[in-house]
């Protein structure tokens, strides 16, 4: 079993809708979280990144955590065109430093 | 800054060959790392370095070698290609500071291996 789980999708939307997004895992150790988004054929980038259980706001994006239920979750609202991508979750205990782990990614596409 | 480059872009071998993917950042980051991205399996760790002389392996190190004589640079070795190889292969780097989360991932490397 994967210690991160992630739905592959694809998700399709349209466009100015709530998208929902979320991972579970396994690793109670884990206390940094982050999504990244993916376009085709390029490198990830980091869009949000939360610490501990909480929430987290940025512009249009939101990201939650849960750690009693080991679940994670980035809402995107008003969504446009252009937020078509791969999203990945990634996570890292306290002392893993540059060792993240990730899940396998969930394709969004935002229809006009 | 040019950040976190890779070369080459696609790369095509064939079975037993051995290569040298290169990468390099000029943010002056402490710790860098490979990852391979596969369908379906999302990225997974092959080596990391937390500095220049120290590396360690990942959660799918075999059949890759790694070293960093410098802090700029983290190339790393297929030393005899297998078709399982066939990837899309990223570097990234970080700086050391505890609090400063973000990963910067270079534009990858697209390996066949036939």
């Known amino acids: 079993q994967k210690e991160v789980e992630q739905d592959p999708g694809p998700l399709s939307v349209p466009e100015g809708a709530i998208v929902s997004l979320n991972c579970t895992y396994s690793?109670?150790?884990?206390?940094?979280f982050m999504w990244y988004r993916q376009y085709s054929r390029k490198g990830p980038e980091l869009l949000m990144y939360?610490?501990?259980?909480g929430n987290k706001e940025d512009g249009r994006f939101t990201a939650q955590v849960d750690k009693s239920s080991k679940y994670i979750s980035l809402f995107i609202r008003d969504s446009q065109p252009s937020d078509s991508a791969t999203y990945l979750c990634a996570m890292r205990t306290t002392d893993s430093w540059g060792k993240l782990q990730f899940g396998s990614g969930t394709q969004v596409v935002v229809t006009p | 800054n040019a950040g976190v480059t890779q070369t080459p872009k696609f790369q095509v071998l064939k079975t037993g060959q051995s290569m040298t993917l290169q990468c390099a950042q000029d943010m002056n980051h402490e710790y860098m790392s490979w990852y391979r991205q596969d369908p379906g399996m999302g990225l997974r760790l092959i080596h990391y370095s937390v500095g220049a002389g120290i590396t360690d392996q990942g959660e799918v190190p075999n059949g890759y070698n790694v070293s960093r004589s410098t802090t700029e640079d983290f190339p790393l070795r297929l030393l005899s290609a297998a078709p399982s190889q066939t990837s899309v292969y990223f570097c990234?780097?970080?700086?050391?500071?505890?609090?400063?989360?973000?990963?910067?991932f270079g534009p990858g490397t697209r390996l066949t291996v036939l």
């Open positions: 990234a780097s970080r700086t050391g500071q505890s609090t400063r989360n973000e990963q910067f």
């Open positions: 939360t610490y501990s259980s």
């Open positions: 690793n109670s150790a884990f206390q940094y």
